[in-house]
């Protein structure tokens, strides 16, 4: 797996607290319910995702598979998880795998660097 799309993000819960007051002399314990911090709660995930041979979006993630064997693909599975799947049979050799952040805003700066990438040599 070269990257989920869908982990698991743990979400804080409302929780519940005994504190024992005092009224009129007599000591009585008192439960209260304490929500969670709402900058604690996660945004909705970007789920959307689309592969085009050895490039793939993933949600706001960019993915690039340069150098790989032919016939290599990238792909998404049920879990929302992109992978390389590689020919049977391909001889050994090296390859890279850009990975990049942003979103639809640095689509194009992605693309611009995938391309330089490409024409480097490998390192």
């Given at each position: 797996m070269?990257?989920?799309g869908d982990p698991a993000t743990p979400i804080p819960h409302?929780?519940?607290v005994?504190?024992?007051?005092?009224?009129?002399?007599v000591e009585t314990t008192v439960e209260r319910t304490?929500?969670?911090d709402p900058?604690?709660?996660?945004k909705p995930k970007n789920l959307t995702g689309s592969v085009q041979g050895t490039t793939a979006e993933l949600g706001d993630l960019h993915?690039?598979?340069?150098?790989?064997?032919?016939?290599a693909t990238l792909a998404i599975n049920a879990k929302?998880?992109?992978?390389?799947k590689l020919p049977k049979g391909a001889a050994a050799?090296?390859?890279q795998i850009l990975v990049a952040g942003g979103g639809r805003e640095s689509a194009t700066d992605f693309t611009r660097a995938r391309e330089v990438r490409s024409t480097a040599p490998m390192i």
């Open positions: 070269i990257a989920d409302a929780r519940k005994k504190e024992k007051v005092k009224e009129n002399g304490i929500e969670p900058k604690l709660i996660p993915i690039a598979v340069i150098g790989a064997p032919a016939g929302h998880q992109l992978y390389l050799g090296e390859f």
